[in-house]
């Protein structure tokens, strides 16, 4: 076996289609149209051009004088390079033992680090932290402070993911290490329930509320408002420093569920911990977004990036889901014909039932941009 490729991710890579061991180690392009779901290409367009159109929105609030936008494009970057490796290398990392191997992504267009890393999911990371915060901020919530507002970001980045985090599976765009009983399970279908709670809500929840903290104005309200806007290297270290904090204050919130794990961990117990958890993601965030509305507090003015992505995003996952619907539906104990797990569906109804509710909350409560003439 080498030394990126152990038992377990040669047998995950299999059954989504290629060989761990002949991979590049730095990267490697592929035919879009030769990927092994029609999907696949749709899907990198959809997540890699979000990330574009979030650095094109970051830019222009930063020139108008906001730079959350911006450090919520980067801050995500770096969580992403601080947790990524661990997850695809963990013995390099002396983390075999606690952690095992826990997916594979399948072959994308653009791959990284042995072909672990897509170019896609690099972008997901600014795109959904974006789309998330973006919306939470226009419909004026962080005017109730940076925590009320990152609990809602929690929220909302929960039911926009996981409309995409349950078809995944099916589709082969990765596949979970079944195996891995410390990480992997409990599950709510094809999907471990530690990432749906804590990495799906939790850590752009926590990531949204470090950065609005750190890299908020000098003075001001905290909530990023107000005061002289950050630059330079006062906003560059922040923006590290964010990235660089958030693993480790997500994983404060694994402890509850941890407590019944151990060499014989109690499933159902874990289970029952992190679907209240989860249980309460949706209560707090839904309810804080209802009485900011109900409040009649107001909303900021709407963006293109916020009228157009986040409503794009949900037109392109429920076409995707459509195209996936005849396998789910015939699926037989959750596996379907080409052997692939199927994710729940009920959630993912929910999911886009939350989703929808927060745009049409947006809608609703949209006022035109502030366009400032010359003269």
């Known amino acids: 076996m ?17 060989d761990c061991h002949d991979v590049s180690a730095v990267v490697s392009v592929h035919n879009p149209f030769d990927l092994a779901s ?11 051009g979000g990330a574009v159109f979030a650095l ?35 013995e390099w990392f002396g983390l075999d033992k606690q952690f095992g191997f826990i997916f594979a992504h399948n072959i994308f267009t653009v791959q990284f680090m042995w072909d672990r890393l897509p170019l896609y999911i690099i972008a997901i990371y600014p795109a959904l932290t974006q789309l998330s915060y973006e919306l939470v901020r226009v419909l004026g919530v962080f005017r109730r402070g940076a925590l009320a507002g990152s609990i809602a970001v929690a929220f909302v980045c929960q039911v926009f993911y996981e409309v995409f985090d349950q ?4 589709l082969k765009w990765w596949a979970w290490n079944d195996g891995n009983q410390d990480v992997n399970h409990p599950a709510l279908a094809s999907v471990p329930m530690n990432s749906m709670v804590l990495f799906a809500s939790v850590s752009f929840g926590v990531m949204t509320w470090l950065v609005v903290r750190l890299c908020g104005p000098s003075t001001g309200s905290g909530d990023g408002t107000g005061g002289e806007p950050r630059r330079g290297w ?19 919130f694994g402890i509850p569920s941890s407590i019944f794990g151990g ?15 989860l249980g309460l993601i949706w209560l707090a965030g839904a309810w804080i977004i209802v009485s900011h509305l109900r409040s009649g507090a107001g909303a900021e003015p709407t963006t293109p990036f916020a009228r157009v992505y ?3 995003y949900l037109v392109v996952m429920a076409g995707l889901w459509i195209g996936a619907l005849p396998a789910f539906l015939d699926a037989k ?21 939350g989703a929808v509710a927060v745009l049409a909350a947006l809608v609703a409560s949209a006022r035109p941009a502030v366009r400032v003439s010359a003269g």
């Open 333 to 353: 104990d959750g596996i379907t014909s080409d052997g692939t797990p199927i994710g729940s569906g009920l959630y993912t109804i929910a999911c886009f039932a």
């Open 38 to 48: 029609w999907t696949m290409p749709v899907l990198e367009l959809l997540i890699i």
């Open 2 to 18: 080498s030394a990126t490729c152990d038992e377990a991710a040669e047998q995950v890579t299999r059954q989504l289609g290629f």
């Open 263 to 277: 060499d014989t961990p109690n499933v159902a117990a874990q289970a029952w911990v992190l679907g209240i958890e």
């Open 310 to 312: 986040p409503a794009l």
């Open 56 to 90: 094109v929105h970051a830019l222009r609030r930063f020139r108008e004088g906001d730079p959350i936008n911006l450090a919520l494009w980067f801050a995500p970057l770096v969580y992403l390079f601080v947790t990524e490796p661990p997850l695809y290398f963990p």
């Open 167 to 170: 078809l995944g599976p099916q």
């Open 234 to 252: 006062s906003l560059t270290w922040r923006i590290a420093l964010a990235g660089v904090l958030a693993p480790p204050a997500m994983s404060l």
